[in-house]
């Protein structure tokens, strides 16, 4: 079994959940009145033991081991079926889903806790648990009640997997471009036709039944984004008793042979070559993207998890690594006499370790913040609450997706870097960790796609409403900080206070320019994400730091913790902070972009 300290700092995983978002707060809630610390501890730690158990150990066994394609049958490794099961019997498909339908009904801010350590523990064999649990959330919120009974119940209980069969070849991300149809038959379902690319986890052996979610086209649908309407396509069909019965026309064209993320099938798949593929429309016809966008943001807070873990075991496997590996001697002691010290001595490595702690520690209290937003949003009592919560949730979801895929990613670069030549050997995980999360950068919306997601539509959203909200609650940790009367935290709420304002500042010149020219305004968004999102995280490192502050000399025996968060939200404001300054500037000067290069050039 895997040392679970090389997952996460289970300490900090306590401090962001009790003493950060305030996890405790949500037992007041009817919908968590059964609920106590107790109950949340205890799904925590039983996600900690299979996460070590059934996850963990064939991480690496995974990825040398690829799911195979004979031409008729997907082959896997029969841990991963193991693991899945076991997942599915703790009830984690059902994390959040209510009582009555077997669930545990936990906060989104628990259960994305409880998920982050699977992720930490092995990213592709946790990826067919939590598209199956996003492919079931839909089918609950949209789907009829006749399809809630005969597909939730084997979706939850993890004899059938799900998948989202969104991207086509010729499409891409340009979803307004899919060609996939659905064709109306007389008893009310649908003939399926079509090819999708990139379907994680769309054929395999690791249950009775594959439930894959479609965009179509119906004929007489309008072109574009509004003319798509999700559909419910089963490799085998289910009877009106929710059975599985005969082979649906859905067939796969190829595996996908990946740089990471190799435990997870990435497939081809072709509906209806032979017309006979059958399909079930959910909800209303041509509402398809947004039944899709409503349950988004909750997944893109786990993707912004899933690069979050990546970056976090990674770094507690470089911290092991520079504690243990000794090698040379300090500058000014280099008498060969004198024994060589563990790297972690060393300042180019300590750089490199405590930049990883900022970067993963800092996503790791974005994600859980934007996770108890969506708790609030859906249940916090007050509606005026709920409709705050949506908004600074939107404002931050290309956030929470995009900068934890890029600077955790950064964060494994840096790992592999402190294991010297050894991290780029496979005789340590760290360069599989790097592996398996370049694909975050990419998935769910690209970097760029969600750059321009974050500055034309949520950094002007209600007239600048959701942003002055989420400005509010950074306005409000600043006046907390300067209530501790600390000289440190004084400076850092001063400087963040500075750092905002010029925010607001450079936001107002590119929203006026993409008011008076969108291409030209937004040609530089990836940059503008890149300084909102470390913003944000500064603003996260000082609530961690306030509250680090307060609990230092009530618990004395995390004093080492507790300064190591004081000192890494330093090392951000420092570091990380500082870099931004020049980018004020670039953003500014609207007209310096890189349309200005033809294409012809380059």
Not at 278 to 288: N, T, V, Y
């Amino acid at each position: 079994m895997i040392n679970p300290n090389l997952l996460i700092n289970r300490d900090d995983l306590d401090f962001l959940l009790e003493d950060v978002v305030g996890s405790a707060s949500l037992l007041e809630r009817e919908r968590y009145a059964d609920h106590s610390r107790e109950t949340f501890t205890a799904a925590i730690d039983t996600a900690y033991k299979l996460a070590t158990q059934f996850f963990a150990p064939h991480n690496r066994k995974s990825d040398e081991n690829e799911p195979t394609f004979d031409g008729e049958k997907v082959t896997t490794l029969p841990e991963i079926k193991e693991a899945v099961k076991a997942f599915a019997q703790a009830g984690f498909l059902s994390a959040t889903h209510d009582y009555d339908l077997g669930g545990m009904q936990l906060p989104i801010t628990i259960s994305q806790a409880c998920l982050a350590l699977f992720r930490a523990a092995n990213v592709g064999t946790s990826a067919y648990c939590f598209l199956t649990a996003a492919n079931a959330n839909l089918i609950r919120a949209f789907g009829s009640e006749d399809q809630k009974r005969r597909f939730l119940p084997a979706l939850l209980e993890g004899r059938w997997l799900g998948t989202m069969a969104l991207t086509e070849p010729n499409a891409g991300s340009s979803v307004p471009d899919l060609r996939t149809t659905a064709t109306p038959l007389p008893d009310g379902r649908y003939a399926i036709k079509g090819q999708k690319i990139f379907i994680s986890g769309g054929d395999h052996d690791l249950g009775e039944n594959i439930v894959h979610l479609v965009l179509a086209r119906l004929p007489d649908a309008p072109p574009g984004a509004k003319g798509l309407s999700l559909f419910i396509v089963p490799k085998y069909r289910v009877d009106d008793e929710g059975r599985a019965g005969e082979r649906n026309d859905v067939a796969l064209a190829g595996l996908i042979h990946k740089m990471g993320y190799r435990g997870t099938t990435s497939t081809m798949l072709s509906f209806g070559e032979n017309d006979a593929c059958i399909g079930e429309c959910i909800g209303e016809p041509g509402q398809g993207l947004r039944y899709m966008f409503h349950m988004m943001n909750e997944a893109r807070i786990g993707v912004g998890m899933g690069g979050t873990m990546l970056g976090y075991t990674g770094y507690r496997h470089a911290l092991a690594y520079a504690q243990e590996r000794v090698q040379g001697r300090l500058p000014g002691r280099n008498d060969p006499a004198t024994p060589p010290v563990a790297i972690i001595e060393h300042a180019d490595v300590r750089r490199m370790l405590l930049t990883q702690k900022a970067y993963v520690e800092g996503a790791l209290s974005l994600c859980l913040y934007a996770a108890r937003l969506a708790d609030d949003e859906k249940t916090h009592p007050d509606a005026q609450e709920r409709e705050t919560a949506a908004l600074v949730l939107a404002v931050l979801i290309p956030i929470v997706k995009s900068w934890p895929a890029r600077y955790c990613l950064a964060a494994n670069d840096l790992a592999i870097q402190v294991h010297g030549g050894y991290g780029y050997t496979r005789e340590y995980p760290v360069e599989q960790f790097y592996r398996d999360n370049r694909l975050n950068p990419l998935h769910e919306g690209t970097h760029g796609i969600q750059s321009l997601d974050l500055l034309n539509r949520k950094a002007g959203m209600k007239d600048g409403r959701a942003l002055e909200l989420l400005h509010q609650r950074v306005r409000d940790t600043v006046e907390q900080a300067r209530a501790t009367q600390d000289t440190n935290l004084t400076e850092r709420a001063d400087t963040l206070d500075a750092a905002w304002q010029q925010l607001r500042e450079t936001t107002t010149v590119l929203l006026q320019a993409s008011a008076d020219d969108i291409m030209e305004g937004s040609a530089n968004s990836a940059y503008y994400l890149d300084l909102f999102g470390h913003h944000v995280l500064a603003w996260l490192w000082l609530q961690q730091a306030v509250a680090a502050q307060k609990l230092l000399p009530q618990k004395p025996h995390l004093a080492d913790f507790y300064q190591g968060k004081l000192a890494a939200c330093d090392w951000f404001f420092h570091t990380e902070l500082a870099l931004m300054e020049p980018v004020h500037a670039l953003l500014r000067n609207t007209k310096s972009h890189a349309l200005n290069t033809p294409a012809t050039w380059l």
